[in-house]
């Protein structure tokens, strides 16, 4: 009996390990780290094969100015790949630097993992503005207490600007009270729209934030480089960190998320509505007319009526299409054509 147990055990204990692997509750893991990285190819493919290997999806950016990554995967999944890559001598990160919320591979339609040029596009060479001229990181209370003050002296002549350095459709279901919420579809046009708008920032302290953190470290070194605020704030570890110690704190609604989720959230608040009868609404979907990559409110009223589209251009489009088959290729419409453009976009 003792030998039988002997001989079945191993294999009993290796496919529970298996199935706690590849099957059960997951999550989804966000996190990055800039630092010096000589060879982004060598820690890409090493990156990759951790990744299937895990069964994880979800995609991963190397370069040489740091990794930055998002994957999901079951929970064993996950806590394996965050032991693996702390233990790579490059990033020293600690547990507590990977953000998680609920999902799993589901999340992703697959894996990537790639050298670029920058661990979040916002198209300036890492060399000439570097993360290393980040603005002064603030920890979730300090930026709460922050927040705060500011609020109490909203009528009187304030020396602060709350900056959301994210896109429009992001702030637009969820955002600080009295932020500034730039109209930019990417993060690359964020270099465009602060020099469009120095005047707004001269001689402010401007307190920044965005989803995880990432944005911010190279936007505020950015904002910082043009030499007129007072100083440049940033949220340390984003709304995500933000929220986990104050989920019903001055960030309002939902945290938009790039991937199949859509948004996270933490408290109840909708503060988006139906781009159509204005009921509030903030569930996104693709625009139903094909090659529109426009995300829609649109409420379930709304949608039984069939009115999906983001806008009237498209909802015309819609009607005419044709069910032919073709390349799948971005087009214009409304929506993009009245949000400014930076020119190597146009
Ligand atoms: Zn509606
Ligand atoms: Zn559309
Ligand atoms: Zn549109």
Redesign the pocket.
Known sequence: MANALYKYSPFTFLSVIVILLFRGPGKVLLYYRYCQIDDPHVICAWQRALCEKLHLTGKVRVATEGINGTVGGTNMATDAYIDATRSHPLFKMEKDDFKTSDGGAECFKDLRVGVYKEIVPMGMDPDVVSYQLAGVHLEPEEFHKEVEALLAKADENNDTILLDCRNFYESKIGQFTQCLAPSIRKFSYFPDYVDQNLDLFRDKRVLMYCTGGIRCERGSAYLRSKDVCKEVYQLKGGIHRYLEQFPEGFYRGKLFVFDERYAISSNKDIISECRYCGSPWDRYQL?S?RF?C?LVLSCLGCRQDGRT???PA?QTKGQNQSQASGPHHKEE?E?TEGRPRIPQDA
């Open positions: 625009c007319t529109c426009q589209a983001c806008c498209c419409c929506c």
